[in-house]
């Protein structure tokens, strides 16, 4: 074959380009060419519909498609699948600017890239030449649809051998290839092989992913980083210093490699995620928000859309919240909300989904403090949850946890009595130990509080022996506030004054000044405290201790 | 943002729409009777040359950015003809004499170099050449490519290294351009150049050798 008699005829061709112009324009070079058989998609999802229909032996894709996947998640997700064979080819189509951002990927590269604009007989240059190495790597490439890795690698060899100036091309494949068989100290030769000739930034990242697996890590981080600083756009450098970073316990370091890919290509879902997670984990709950609202947006309309990804950015979303009436707290809280709803819609079918998208409302409203609506929310997801037939142990113990946020003591304890009836897997034992604390806190604090009010209505009534009996058991329990205590004093110190000077009553009283500590200036209660301790102080002189 | 990023974002967006304007054009003249199409034809080889030229600008400013732009395997035979492509709309009277194998092999940013090449393409046309040969050699892992005309030569100030030269149509600017594509090619190991002389028989001669 040469160049001129070079011909597409009876060739199943995909394009892909969101620009009807685009497409017609690159449309009519292929039928130049003699094209037949060609398939146009307009974005991404249309895209891989037909590579999941079609066995296609050319996709020309255009990098950059507006909204949704762009051309490398295509890529990916067909090679992925394995619906695009080895020995098919895949065209990248990208902006001058964009090639930068193209050229790196060590997993799924495409064979070959035009950059924009280009005319036909540029077309037809690259095709042919793409044609030329495709033809040579047959063999291989067989191999690889066959799935005998290894016998690749072994090809790959010879075909070096033959044609040395293909070194580039087949030492980038088997390089994948030896990776892909956890062959490290072969993918490494293949890489430095490259580099011995030519400073291609794809093979020192290559090398550097060989440190990693070998254990070198210094080097790997070392190698990384002086790739990045001839070539700062080169994401996937940052993507593999981050998995590299994250696995060393840097989880802060990690994040900020993935901020900067992110920043330089925004438009992955799974990178979103992954540093939503990561940003979560690290309580970056700003980074965690923003990352998860772009995953969010990207996954609408994609393989990846998950009800999980609308429950993290509103975890996130809830750590940003507070009471106060600020224009920010008012807009980030609806827009927590909205992503509840449009979660709730999506997943209408799936009950579970639906009750932790309504436990969530409920807890949005709590980080903002609206109780009222937080507990219209949560008898919402009791609903939702009564309609589960069989809930899990994990729905059961978040609606406890829910009840218990939103005042309602009672209905936990019930809902932990039914557990324990029914039996509760180990793992979940621990959450359960801190919901029963948690209740028996709260007990705590009720019967104090009873007490407490029993106290004050003898105390008003001018019953000082029975006031201070109540006060005396209310101050018993530990959760006891600074006002009960203060209360209890008062009760004393008006004992002694008007009753008679029980020495014991007197140090009571100095016991509870020193738990109650210090009473700070703004504090509402300081004046009595102050008073009090003052009276405390007249009452132990005149009784000369 | 600030004004450079500013004018970045517009040299861009000028760039993508004068794209847009030469495809409709394109099919445009391919619908119109030919009495038509060679009356728009100036209009279309003049929006080609300013399209080139924001071309020229956008990735002037990501040179200077430190924009990346990476070397690949590339045929320095497909590079020259499509230099040429874009130089006859302009300048289709001048001969363009191509000695290269088409298997000869190298390594760079083939954007990149069909643009310096184009430019000096341009250059010698500007300056008068009728004819113009173009060559490529494969030297050891490097590369090198000669463009030499029948031109006036190279003004003593461009043989000095000013790059200004006093021809209309911004010659000095088109050879700084050249000279900065270039040197992005250079490795640690070995600098890439660009040699400009003259020939001993008259014309001017430029000489990129990649490493």
């Avoid at chain 1, 001839?230 to 696995?247: E, S």
Wanted: glycine share 6%.
């Amino acid at each position: 074959m040469t160049e001129a008699s070079f011909n597409l005829q009876g060739q199943k061709i995909l394009i892909v380009d969101d620009l009807v112009e685009a497409r017609s324009a690159l449309k009519s070079m292929l039928t130049v060419l003699g094209a037949d058989d060609v398939y146009s998609a307009t974005d991404g999802r249309e895209a891989v519909e037909y590579i999941m229909e079609h066995d296609f032996d050319l996709v020309l894709s255009d990098y950059n498609l507006g909204k949704g996947k762009d051309g490398q998640q295509i890529l990916e997700e067909a090679r992925y699948t394995n619906r695009l064979r080895a020995t098919a080819s895949f065209v990248m189509i990208t902006g001058e600017n964009a090639v930068d951002r193209v050229m790196g990927a060590l997993e799924y590269d495409p064979d070959a890239y035009v950059t924009k604009p280009f005319t036909l007989s540029i077309l037809r240059e690259r095709l042919y030449r793409l044609s030329l190495l495709k033809t040579i790597l047959l063999p291989m490439n067989r191999a690889i649809d066959q799935g005998q890795i290894d016998w690749a690698i072994e090809i790959a060899d010879q075909i070096r051998v033959e044609h040395p100036r293909l070194l580039l091309p087949v030492s980038r494949l088997q390089g994948k290839l030896c990776l892909k068989q956890e062959r490290y100290e072969d993918a490494l030769e293949a890489y430095t092989r490259v580099l011995e000739s030519r400073p291609a930034s794809w093979a020192r990242l290559g090398q550097a992913v060989c440190f990693h697996f070998l254990g070198d890590t210094d080097q790997a981080v070392s190698l990384i980083r002086a790739t990045l600083l001839d070539h700062p756009l080169y994401v996937q450098c940052h993507d593999w210093l981050a998995k590299i970073l994250v696995g060393l316990g840097k989880g802060e370091e990690a994040q900020r490699e993935l901020e900067a890919a992110v920043k330089i290509s925004p438009r992955a879902v799974l990178r979103q995620l992954e540093l939503g997670q990561l940003a979560l984990t690290n309580e970056s709950y700003t980074v965690a928000q923003d990352a998860f609202e772009q995953a969010m947006r990207l996954a609408r309309y994609s393989c990846y859309k998950s009800s999980s990804t609308y429950q993290q950015f509103v975890e996130a979303a809830q750590h940003n919240l507070d009471a106060e009436q600020t224009k920010e707290n008012r807009l980030l809280c609806n827009k927590a909300l909205r992503a509840l709803d449009e979660m709730k819609q999506e997943f209408s079918g799936n009950m579970g989904v639906v009750f932790d998208a309504t436990i969530a409302e409920s807890r949005t409203y709590k980080a903002i403090e609206d109780d009222n609506k937080a507990r219209s929310s949560a008898d919402k997801a009791e609903g939702v949850l009564a309609r589960i037939k069989e809930p899990t142990g994990e729905q059961q113990l978040t609606m406890t946890e829910v009840y218990i946020d939103t005042g309602q003591s009672e209905k936990a304890v019930n809902m932990v009595q039914t557990m324990k009836d029914q039996g509760v897997a180990n793992k979940l034992l621990q959450r359960l130990g801190a919901i029963e604390e948690r209740l028996s806190n709260i007990n705590a604090r009720e019967k104090s509080a009873e007490l407490n009010e029993k106290g004050v209505s003898h105390y008003e009534r001018g019953e000082l022996k029975d006031a201070i009996a109540a006060f005396d058991q209310a101050t018993r329990f530990e959760e006891a506030g600074i006002s009960v205590l203060l209360n209890a004093i008062q009760a004393k110190v008006s004992y002694i004054e008007n009753e008679e000077l029980d020495v014991g009553q007197l140090k009571d009283c100095y016991r509870l000044l020193r738990r109650i500590g210090s009473v700070g200036h703004f504090d509402e209660r300081h004046d009595r405290y102050q008073r009090l301790k003052e009276t405390c102080e007249r009452l132990r002189r005149s009784a000369g201790l | 943002m600030n004004l450079k990023d500013l004018a970045g974002a517009i040299i861009h967006d000028l760039k993508n729409q004068l794209h847009s304007v030469l495809l409709e054009g394109e099919k445009a003249m391919r619908d119109m009777p030919e009495e038509y199409r060679d009356k728009l034809y100036p209009v279309f080889a003049r929006s080609r040359r300013v399209h080139q030229d924001a071309m020229q600008l956008v990735t002037l400013y990501r040179l200077q950015e430190r924009g990346n732009f990476p070397a690949d395997d590339a045929w320095p035979a497909d590079t020259v003809k499509h230099a040429i492509e874009c130089f006859q709309v302009h300048w289709p009277d001048v001969e363009v004499r191509v000695e290269i194998d088409p298997d000869c092999q190298g390594y760079y940013n083939d954007s990149l170099m069909q643009m310096a090449l184009t430019n000096l393409l341009n250059n010698s046309a500007q300056a008068g050449a009728k004819t113009i040969s173009v060559s490529a050699q494969e030297q050891g892992p490097g590369l090198l490519v000669r463009v030499s005309d029948d031109g006036p030569g190279y003004p003593d100030d461009v043989l000095d290294g000013n790059g200004d030269s006093d021809k209309e149509g911004g010659t000095g600017m088109g050879l700084y351009f050249t000279e900065l594509i270039v040197a992005h090619h250079s490795t640690p190991a070995k600098p890439a150049t660009l040699d400009l002389q003259n020939a001993a028989g008259g014309g001017a001669e430029a000489i990129i050798t990649l490493p």
